[in-house]
């Protein structure tokens, strides 16, 4: 065929079957392969089987998954409660003591009082260092009650009305309220008698798996054992303070009634004197002098006599204000004794109310662990029985 322009396709056709040979020892060859690879029994083919490979990769890929969206979600979760917590309060309370004009317990009404500042201030500045181990022997307990509850719907709204009208039904206060569209926090207080009422209604709301709760409680016996060992201290001072001002009264009295013997005596002599008619001169001047020095003398008794009420006056009013001082601490450790025992009456309590997905749903009933284990599962049995397939060829 003559090779031109318009006929390319049908010469390299023709050129190609031409030139399509086998190798001179083709037959040699392929008698000695065949040879070598014939099977001694009947031959066996194996292929990967698809399905289980899937398996293995989406398997492995789902349970990543679940793990780092828990991890996630969880954080999340701990983030949101850890702020909410920050948040200042809008009614606070003093655990450790009395703050004055702030609200105790479950009352909404100030601290009334009519201390001193000053006595205030010195009562607030006492030592507050606890003996962090108490006797044995003591085996009082005053123990404040904290409660912490997370629970996770997808009606949060309604769910956060319903907790704060429950705390208000349980004859609690509400400190802190916030609320948006994923989640809510409601900070509040009840009394301590009123908390596995207020549980179990909390229950009933959503399912168990749906509430996690965390109940803390600390012994203020520390507190009370201050307040007991300031109160006594506080009581001791007073006695003795009692005793000196009793013995003070004791020897101005003692000192007083000597002086006026001693002037209403002088005052007789001054009087007789007066009274008596000198028949000569020399008793005249006898009586003369006499009657200066009675004189001297009243006036010095007089002064001794003064300055005795003066000194006293001022003892007994310094005695008087240090005793009355010691009746202020102990009102005040008296209203410290009355707030620690009505804030361990009380909880301390808050509820978290978060939103939950439906993924988030999910992993609750099925949690990732068991995902985990499922596919870790499918990859064994994948490894031990479903790796390859053995198929007979005719």
């Given at each position: 065929m003559l090779f031109t322009q318009n006929n390319l396709e049908e010469f390299l056709k023709e050129w190609g079957a031409k030139k399509r040979l086998a190798p001179p020892q083709n037959e040699i060859l392929?008698?000695?392969?065949?040879?070598?690879?014939?099977?001694s029994g009947p031959a066996q083919f194996?292929?990967?089987?698809?399905?289980?490979?899937?398996?293995?990769?989406?398997?492995a890929a789902f349970a990543a998954l679940v793990l780092v969206v828990n991890w996630g979600q969880n954080q999340i979760i701990e983030d949101s409660i850890q702020r909410e917590s920050m948040k200042p309060l809008s009614s606070t309370s003093d655990e450790l003591g009395i703050q004055y004009g702030v609200a105790t317990g479950l009352g909404q009404s100030d601290v009334k009082t009519s201390l001193p500042a000053s006595i205030l201030n010195r009562v607030a500045s006492f030592p507050r260092y606890f003996d962090p181990a108490a006797p044995s022997s003591d085996t009082r307990e005053y123990l404040k009650t904290d409660y912490h509850a997370t629970l996770k719907t997808r009606q949060v709204e309604k769910f956060s009305t319903q907790i704060k009208t429950m705390v208000r039904g349980y004859g609690g206060r509400l400190d802190n309220f916030s609320s948006g569209d994923k989640s809510a926090y409601i900070n509040f207080v009840i009394p301590k008698s009123s908390l596995e009422a207020f549980r179990n209604e909390l229950?009933?709301?959503?399912?168990?798996?749906?509430?996690?709760?965390?109940?803390?409680?600390q012994n203020l016996l520390p507190e009370k054992r201050l307040i007991e060992s300031q109160t006594e201290s506080v009581d001791k001072t007073k006695i003795?303070?009692?005793?000196?001002?009793?013995?003070?009264?004791?020897?101005?009295?003692?000192?007083?009634?000597?002086?006026?013997?001693?002037?209403?005596?002088?005052?007789?002599?001054?009087?007789?004197?007066?009274l008596e008619t000198a028949t000569t001169t020399e008793r005249q001047q006898e009586i003369a002098a006499s009657l200066a020095q009675l004189s001297v003398r009243q006036s010095q008794l007089k002064k001794a006599l003064a300055q005795e009420n003066y000194q006293y006056g001022n003892n007994l009013k310094s005695l008087d204000a240090r005793l009355k001082e010691m009746d202020y601490q102990l009102e005040a450790l008296g209203q410290?004794?009355?707030a620690l025992t009505e804030n361990v009456e009380t909880v301390q309590g808050s509820v978290s109310v978060q939103w939950i997905g439906i993924w988030e749903t999910f992993t609750l009933y099925v949690p990732a662990f068991w995902l985990v284990v499922i596919f870790g599962a499918i990859i064994i049995f994948y490894f031990l029985f479903g790796r390859r397939q053995a198929l007979e060829l005719p």
């Open positions: 392929k008698a000695k392969v065949i040879s070598e690879l014939k099977p194996r292929r990967p089987i698809g399905f289980w490979r899937l398996a293995l990769i989406g398997g229950k009933d709301l959503v399912p168990a798996r749906f509430l996690t709760e965390n109940i803390g409680a003795a303070l009692e005793q000196e001002r009793a013995a003070l009264v004791s020897r101005h009295e003692a000192i007083v009634n000597s002086l006026r013997r001693q002037l209403n005596a002088t005052a007789k002599n001054i009087s007789a004197l007066k410290q004794d009355s």
